[in-house]
């Protein structure tokens, strides 16, 4: 028998002893963030939906100027609520969320026919407030249409003159493209799957053979250090298959626990899928095995050896966060590619020079 | 046979063995004497290959060790200073895994455990997980692993460190059996006692160099001393590091 392969028999029988390996590799690495994901997004869409239909409560001062721009707010489910004391100071410090204020001088502007302000006070760091403020925004606007459209018709005119352009936009997104926005993240949930599965057996197999003393025993039998070395790391690379796998599998459960044709979204994850992303992510798996078996190998202690490959774990997110902040199209990740076919990709360069 | 000729080997400025040889015989027991830090387990580290001398030669039944180090371990049975088992593995388990390492089939292997188990009366541990063995237990299956495959020469460091007086006394008396199968048997020691009771040779290393190499009754004489507590004490130059 190939020492390799005895090698590496040995080290799967080993850990699949230890119950912590275990869970790790095929119950929390898998498992943990396809359930995040679920509940995340699972509790964004509730939100956006409860606040879409939801009364929102907008406190406005001097409703008195303007009754019938009052009375339409009310129409359309907004909830007029006191006026407040210094509504800057209240935005700010985030006591509401937004607050109309309508001048004194409205009611004779208005009057006149000239534009009439009202004051639309937020803050637009807070993303919370977003939704209500694009609300409310809207039924604002909707009026001065509205009322322009009455003004010009009491006019005798027509009111298509009020509108020299119109933009009629044909969305071509499908409800699978608008998935891609989650599926963005995938990438980086797969990554961490394989990560998370890998890392107990680079760690036993390097810095735990050493700290348990049996290193030096092992290499006193007649066998290439290369062999023991490729059966280690065919050990680790199965185990982070292994997590990659029930990841994947997971994420494509998890696709129906999500209320996504809600948003008019496809999540769905077929056998095709899940077989070009293992194939796709195979190199890549036999690389984090080899990275984490490295890092691991130049710990002393198992501690060590935990610290580093924690450290390790940020690498895979270098990418995704490059890409929400220069968003990849696909031309862009062709060219990406063949990029990484000439070099080593560039973000996991660093650490194996070290 | 084991034999050393000049090895030299320094860590930085430190020169931890400083042209180091001996000779280990076929049906005898070689001991090798010296007061921690002589330089003894890197010694014994460049036999068995896991270090390369900085210069000097390794022969392992006439076989060179910098040339075909594989040979070389083949024909060793090593028990390292480092006799780390791999807990999650039965007695049995980590000594088939040795087994099969060094090449051997099953039914060699089966044979092979069964003889070992008798001979280091291991009986009643060969199918517990090595998790919670005593000191005794642990030296027994690291010895049991080492000579799966009937090694022709054995390598011990301090085969009996860490052991009780009972675990010590079979030890040794296992290393005489050791002898009787005509094997070369090798083992550093820095009791005194233990090596005089022992060995057909003795040679005694300090600072890195071999200050005596030869049988206990001519390192009695060469000393003038009928002690040969007294004759290790006069080869090294002092006591320090040595236990009786």
Request: with cysteine; hydrophobic share 45%; aromatic share 6%.
């Amino acid at each position: 028998m190939n020492a390799a392969w005895i090698v590496f028999l040995k080290e799967v029988r080993e850990n699949l002893r230890d119950r912590r390996t275990v869970l790790n590799t095929l119950l929390t690495g898998p498992l943990m963030a396809p359930i995040i994901f679920v509940l995340l997004i699972n509790g964004m869409i509730a939100r956006e939906l409860e606040k879409a239909e939801k009364p929102l409560p907008v406190p406005v001062i001097g409703a008195e100027h303007a009754p019938n721009l009052v009375d339409m707010l009310k129409q359309n489910g907004i909830v007029i609520e006191a006026p407040i004391a210094e509504p800057e100071r209240a935005v700010r410090e985030q006591d509401a969320d937004l607050v109309l204020r309508i001048p004194e001088s409205y009611a004779k502007s208005w009057s006149k026919g000239e534009p009439a302000q009202v004051e639309l006070i937020y803050d637009a760091s807070q993303r919370d407030a977003q939704g209500s403020i694009a609300r409310l925004q809207g039924i604002l606007d909707a009026y001065a249409q509205r009322s322009g459209t009455l003004r010009v018709l009491a006019r005798g005119l027509s009111p298509s003159i009020l509108k020299p352009l119109v933009v009629a936009t044909r969305d071509q997104s499908t409800a699978q493209s608008r998935g891609s926005m989650m599926f963005s993240m995938l990438p980086y949930f797969f990554i961490l799957g394989a990560f998370i599965g890998g890392m107990a057996l680079a760690i036993d197999t390097t810095a735990g053979e050493r700290e348990r003393q049996s290193l030096e025993p092992l290499f006193a039998n007649p066998v290439k250090r290369s062999k023991i070395l490729i059966g280690k790391l065919g050990a680790t690379s199965v185990f982070a298959l292994t997590s990659l796998l029930l990841s994947i599998v997971a994420f494509s459960l998890a696709g129906q626990f999500m209320p996504t044709e809600k948003l008019g979204m496809s999540l769905s994850i077929g056998v095709h899928f899940v077989s070009l992303t293992l194939l796709t992510m195979l190199p890549l798996v036999a690389m984090i095995a080899a990275l984490q078996t490295l890092a691991a190998a130049f710990a002393k202690s198992f501690r060590e050896a935990q610290t580093y490959l924690s450290l390790l774990m940020f690498v895979p997110a270098v990418p995704t966060m490059l890409m929400s902040i220069f968003p990849f199209s696909r031309q862009h990740a062709v060219r990406a590619c063949l990029g990484i076919a000439r070099s080593p990709r560039p973000e996991f360069s660093p650490s194996i020079q070290k | 046979m084991i034999e050393v000729q000049d090895l030299h080997k320094a860590f930085g400025a430190v020169k931890a063995v400083d042209g180091v040889s001996f000779t280990a015989r076929d049906g005898e027991i070689t001991g090798l004497l010296g007061p921690n830090g002589a330089g003894k387990t890197t010694t014994l580290r460049m036999l068995y290959t896991l270090m390369q001398p900085d210069r000097g030669r390794v022969l392992v039944d006439g076989i060179d060790a910098a040339a075909d180090p594989l040979s070389v371990r083949q024909r060793l049975g090593v028990l390292p200073d480092a006799r780390g088992l791999y807990k999650r593995l039965s007695a049995r388990e980590n000594i088939d895994y040795f087994g099969r390492l060094q090449g051997l089939d099953e039914a060699t292997i089966a044979t092979r455990c069964e003889a070992l188990c008798k001979a280091l009366d291991m009986g009643e541990i060969m199918e517990r997980r090595s998790e919670g063995f005593s000191q005794g237990q642990r030296v027994k299956t690291a010895i049991a692993r080492a000579l799966v495959h009937d090694p022709k020469n054995c390598i011990l460091d301090e085969p009996t460190n860490g052991l009780d007086v009972m675990a010590t006394r079979a030890m040794r008396e296992f290393l005489r059996h050791l002898k009787s199968e005509g094997r070369c048997v090798l083992f550093s020691s820095h009791i005194m006692q233990e090596v005089g009771a022992l060995c057909d040779r003795i040679v005694v290393i300090a600072h890195g160099k071999v200050v005596a190499d030869a049988a206990p009754d001519e390192l009695r004489e060469q000393a003038a001393t009928d002690n040969l507590e007294d004759a290790f004490v006069k080869v090294i130059g002092s006591a320090e590091g040595l236990a009786a």
